[in-house]
């Protein structure tokens, strides 16, 4: 960030606003694939693998165990999507921060 001007630091900082997804496509979490045996003696799935696969939305809350939900399969795109704009967020977000403490060390206005 150093060796880019002024300037040029705030016309990616606004690139960088213009790519953020809306929040309602944001969904914090990840996603878990499970395999589950029924227990049936004659089932395919006693000798293989399981029965799935099968997908969970694992959420973590500060100071409480993680949650588990189930994602039925017509919305495993839909979830992956959501997942994958929140991450794009963290990551716009954390380069926005970078912009603004180095604006902020050239005593710039932010």
């Given amino acids: 960030m150093?060796?880019?001007?002024?300037?040029?630091?705030?016309?990616?900082?606004?690139?960088?606003l213009q790519q953020l997804p809306p929040?309602?496509?944001?969904?914090r979490g990840s996603l878990?694939?499970?395999y589950k045996r029924c227990g049936?003696?004659?089932c395919h799935c006693?000798?293989?693998?399981?029965?799935?696969?099968?997908?969970?939305?694992?959420?973590?809350?500060s100071g409480a165990r993680p949650q588990m939900d189930y994602v039925p399969q017509a919305a495993l795109e839909e979830v992956r999507t959501a997942l994958a704009n929140y991450?794009?967020?963290r990551d716009i977000l954390e380069e926005l921060c970078a912009i603004n403490a180095?604006?902020?060390?050239?005593?710039e206005r932010l």
């Fill in 2 to 16: 150093r060796d880019k001007s002024t300037p040029v630091l705030r016309r990616r900082r606004t690139l960088l």
């Fill in 23 to 27: 929040p309602p496509a944001l969904l």
């Fill in 32 to 34: 878990i694939e499970r």
């Fill in 40 to 42: 049936k003696p004659g």
């Fill in 46 to 61: 006693a000798g293989g693998p399981g029965h799935g696969p099968k997908y969970y939305l694992s959420m973590s809350h």
């Fill in 87 to 89: 991450q794009r967020t």
């Fill in 102 to 107: 180095e604006l902020l060390r050239r005593r």
